[in-house]
């Protein structure tokens, strides 16, 4: 059996899979995406409206965990590579919940790598050599740095702290054992925070731009010193293409912004943004909402991203600085209320209703 030159996505609802859906289909080259998703809470088709039309955008409501269906998509589709998306992202819904995280990030990966496997097996010549999957984690697999450590290389240990955390890295041992025993051709990713539009208002920067604006508490976890490195999510995306065209069979990349910075730092920055652009009818700063809230249980006191590798190997850097993409980004919210309106009130998930009845 051969591929075609199509590739599958999963998660591609999702905040960052949306982006690189949209991103691959405005090349008016790019070969056709298979979307599949299974539209949890943080799935949003209305990321995707100009794209569902498109003949080359293929979008496949389904579980990656389903191995019979996978094993119908793979079959009818042929994908040359699959981009695993797809995962419970949220840190702190994997402290009140850490089952959906066991369940997805390594019960549905480990589904779709047992068909993803047989389906490589199947495959002849050059569409075998040439197959990839590549499985996008997080830094947060590498655990927590003090301030003054270098931060993390591809070497570091695995040591995560947070049930998500821990999920992911779990996921990325199964995608290596893949590798090392059946020789799936794989190569993994380790971003930073993402931010940009359609971010979920659940994560730090939309949701300090969503409440600022409704005149509700900015809430910061303890001191607000936690330090992160942010990266705009269209370089993600970036990186994510060119560790597909380039990366090396079985090697992992760091992708970072080379922008550390403390969560309170973050939150000011954008009040100040929001400040200038939408002022308070009562001429009082944003910052004011600010609000000290307890810490995260275990919460991870820094995370840094040495990008050399993707740098050096690849020729990868990111585009955006954080001066650029912050702006766009606050711009992106204040120019679509309705986006956060529909999450907020969950019509987002309106048209499951109109689509599949009671049964979505
Ligand atoms: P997200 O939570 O916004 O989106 C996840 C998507 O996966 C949703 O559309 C959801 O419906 C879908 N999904 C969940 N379970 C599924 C299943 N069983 N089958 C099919 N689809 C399913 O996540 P995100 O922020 O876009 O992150 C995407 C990936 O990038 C994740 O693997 C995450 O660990 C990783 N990552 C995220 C960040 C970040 O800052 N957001 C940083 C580094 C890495
Ligand atoms: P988040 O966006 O949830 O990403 P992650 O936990 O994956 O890093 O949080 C980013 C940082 O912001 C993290 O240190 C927790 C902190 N934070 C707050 O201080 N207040 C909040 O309301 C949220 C959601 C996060």
């Given at each position: 059996?051969?591929?075609?030159?199509?590739?599958?996505?999963?998660?591609?609802?999702?905040?960052?899979?949306?982006?690189?859906?949209?991103?691959?289909?405005?090349?008016?080259?790019?070969?056709?995406?298979?979307?599949?998703?299974?539209?949890?809470?943080?799935?949003?088709?209305?990321?995707?409206?100009?794209?569902?039309?498109?003949?080359?955008?293929?979008?496949?409501?389904?579980?990656?965990?389903?191995?019979?269906?996978?094993?119908?998509?793979?079959?009818?589709?042929?994908?040359?590579?699959?981009?695993?998306?797809?995962?419970?992202?949220?840190?702190?819904?994997?402290?009140?919940?850490?089952?959906?995280?066991?369940?997805?990030?390594?019960?549905?990966?480990?589904?779709?790598?047992?068909?993803?496997?047989?389906?490589?097996?199947?495959?002849?010549?050059?569409?075998?050599?040439?197959?990839?999957?590549?499985?996008?984690?997080?830094?947060?697999?590498?655990?927590?740095?003090?301030?003054?450590?270098?931060?993390f290389t591809e070497t570091h240990r695995?040591?995560?702290?947070?049930?998500?955390?821990?999920?992911?890295?779990?996921?990325?041992?199964?995608?290596?054992?893949?590798?090392?025993?059946?020789?799936?051709?794989?190569?993994?990713?380790?971003?930073?925070?993402?931010?940009?539009?359609?971010?979920?208002?659940?994560?730090?920067?939309?949701?300090?731009?969503?409440?600022?604006?409704?005149?509700?508490?900015?809430?910061?976890?303890?001191?607000?010193?936690?330090?992160?490195?942010?990266?705009?999510?269209?370089?993600?995306?970036?990186?994510?293409?060119?560790?597909?065209?380039?990366?090396?069979?079985?090697?992992h990349?760091n992708?970072?912004?080379?922008?550390?910075?403390?969560?309170?730092?973050?939150?000011?920055?954008?009040?100040?943004?929001?400040?200038?652009?939408?002022?308070?009818?009562?001429?009082?700063?944003?910052?004011?909402?600010?609000?000290?809230?307890?810490?995260?249980?275990?919460?991870?006191?820094?995370?840094?991203?040495?990008?050399?590798r993707?740098?050096?190997?690849?020729?990868?850097?990111?585009?955006?600085?954080?001066?650029?993409?912050?702006?766009?980004?606050?711009?992106?919210?204040?120019?679509?209320?309705?986006?956060?309106?529909?999450?907020?009130?969950?019509?987002?998930?309106?048209?499951?209703?109109?689509?599949?009845?009671?049964?979505?």
């Amino acid at each position: 059996m051969k591929t075609s030159d199509s590739i599958l996505v999963t998660g591609g609802a999702g905040f960052i899979g949306s982006h690189f859906v949209l991103d691959w289909l405005a090349n008016p080259s790019a070969p056709p995406l298979v979307n599949v998703d299974k539209l949890t809470y943080a799935g949003n088709l209305d990321n995707l409206s100009s794209v569902l039309p498109d003949p080359r955008h293929v979008w496949v409501h389904a579980d990656m965990g389903d191995r019979a269906r996978m094993r119908e998509v793979l079959a009818q589709h042929r994908p040359c590579a699959i981009v695993n998306f797809a995962a419970e992202s949220h840190a702190d819904r994997s402290i009140h919940g850490p089952q959906a995280f066991i369940d997805t990030n390594i019960g549905a990966t480990f589904a779709l790598l047992e068909e993803a496997r047989a389906y490589h097996a199947a495959l002849q010549g050059d569409s075998q050599a040439g197959f990839r999957w590549l499985q996008v984690s997080t830094d947060e697999v590498y655990g927590t740095l003090q301030p003054g450590d270098t931060p993390f290389t591809e070497t570091h240990r695995f040591v995560p702290n947070s049930p998500y955390a821990a999920s992911k890295a779990a996921a990325d041992h199964l995608v290596r054992a893949w590798h090392h025993t059946y020789g799936l051709p794989v190569v993994t990713t380790h971003c930073s925070n993402n931010y940009g539009p359609y971010q979920f208002p659940e994560k730090l920067i939309p949701l300090v731009i969503a409440n600022a604006l409704d005149g509700k508490p900015l809430p910061i976890y303890g001191d607000g010193q936690q330090v992160r490195d942010w990266l705009y999510v269209a370089d993600h995306c970036d990186a994510i293409r060119t560790v597909l065209a380039k990366g090396q069979l079985g090697a992992h990349y760091n992708v970072g912004g080379w922008n550390e910075m403390a969560n309170l730092h973050i939150v000011q920055t954008v009040c100040e943004l929001l400040d200038r652009a939408q002022p308070r009818a009562d001429g009082q700063p944003y910052a004011s909402q600010i609000t000290h809230v307890a810490d995260r249980p275990g919460h991870d006191q820094r995370y840094a991203i040495d990008a050399t590798r993707m740098a050096t190997e690849l020729g990868w850097r990111p585009k955006e600085t954080f001066a650029t993409g912050i702006e766009k980004t606050v711009q992106w919210y204040l120019q679509h209320p309705q986006w956060v309106a529909r999450v907020r009130s969950g019509a987002y998930r309106d048209w499951m209703q109109t689509q599949y009845g009671s049964g979505a």
